[in-house]
C-alpha cells in the first residue's frame, strides 16, 4: 500500500514585502462580493448545474483551466502527482481511482510517473466522472498515450489494463468495492460537487487502509494584495475571456464563483480528518503560488 506521505511543505511563493506606512493595502473583498445575485441565493451547486457547465466546456477544458490558473495548472499537476510517487514496488501495481478525471489530466500523468520512474507497468487508474461528456473526452485523449488502443474506443479496459472509465457519482460509488483502492484522487473536481462530506466519507470507504485520499483544488489566497489582484482577474477577466474564446459567459462565471464558495484550506482539512483520515503532519496540506490552490491529503488508517 502507498506510504504515509511526508509532512508537505510550505509553498515556495513569498508573499509580498509589507508596504510604507502610508499605503494602502488592497483588501479582499468579502466572500460575496463578486458573486452574481443568483449564486448568493444558495451557495450549494446543484447537479443540473455542474453538469450543464460541465458539458458545456469538456472540448475546451484545458483552455478553461490556463484562464483560471494563468497556465500554471499544468505545472501544479505535474507537482501533485510527484508528490504521491504513483508506481512504487510496494504494492506492486497500485489500483488508482481518478475522480472528476474525465479529460484524463490527473491519470495520464500518473501512468506517465509509475512507468518512467518506477518502472511499473502494473498500475491501473480507473477514471471516473458522472459527466458523460468529459469521460467522451478523455476516452478520446487516451487513444493517443500508449495505455489504450484504438480497439478499446468502446470503453474497455485497454492498455494492458492499465487504463479504464466509469461514469459514477463521487458521493455514490456503487460499483466499487469496499477496501479495494490504494489511491483516491481528485483535482479540480470536489468544489462542484453537492456533498462534500459524503464525498469524503465514500473516498474512505473504498480504499484500502493505508490508502491515501489526495486532492489538488483551488484554495485560498493569503497575503491580502495577491488575493486582491486574483480576484479582479477571476472575476472581472475571466467570464469575459469565456465569452470571447469560448462563447459561454455563463460557465466561466460559474466556475470562478465555485472557487469562491469553496472551504478554506483549514475548514477542508478539517473535514477531511472529520471523514476518518489521517492528515499530515504540520499544517495538513501544501500551498502552491500563494494558495491560489493547495494540495490536500489523508490516510485512511490501517
Known sequence: MPSTPPAPHTSVSKPFPNPPNN????????????????????????????????????????TMNDLMSFGIHRLWKDAFVRSLNPGTP?????????????????????LDYATAIHNDQHTHVTISDINPSMLAEGQKRSLQTPYRTPSDAGGGGGGGGRLSFLEANAE????????????????????NFTDK????????????????????EFSKVHN?????????WSFG????????????????????????????????????????????KGKGWEDLTGGIAAIHKGVKPV
Open 172 to 191: 455514490d460509488l456503487q460499483s466499487v468495492e469496499d477496501a479495494s483502492i490504494d489511491l483516491y484522487t481528485v483535482a479540480f473536481g470536489i468544489r
Open 237 to 280: 477577466a475571466i467570464p469575459l475571456i469565456g465569452q470571447l474564446v469560448a462563447g459561454d459567459r455563463a460557465s466561466y462565471q460559474y466556475l470562478v464563483e465555485s472557487i469562491e464558495r469553496f472551504p478554506s484550506q483549514e475548514v477542508f482539512r478539517d473535514m477531511i480528518r472529520e471523514a476518518g483520515f489521517i492528515v499530515p
Open 224 to 232: 491580502r494584495a495577491f488575493d486582491a489582484i486574483y480576484k479582479r
Open 197 to 216: 462530506e459524503k464525498t469524503l466519507r465514500e473516498a474512505h470507504r473504498v480504499l484500502k487502509p493505508g490508502g491515501v485520499f489526495a486532492c489538488l
Open 90 to 110: 510496494h504494492p506492486p501495481g497500485w489500483k488508482v481511482l481518478d475522480i472528476a478525471g474525465g479529460t484524463g489530466d490527473i491519470a495520464f500523468r500518473i
Open 23 to 62: 499605503q494602502k493595502v488592497p483588501q479582499s473583498p468579502s466572500p460575496n462580493a463578486y458573486l452574481s445575485p443568483q449564486s448568493q441565493l444558495t451557495l450549494i451547486p446543484l447537479p443540473s448545474t455542474v453538469a450543464s457547465v460541465f458539458s458545456s466546456v469538456a472540448s475546451s477544458y484545458d
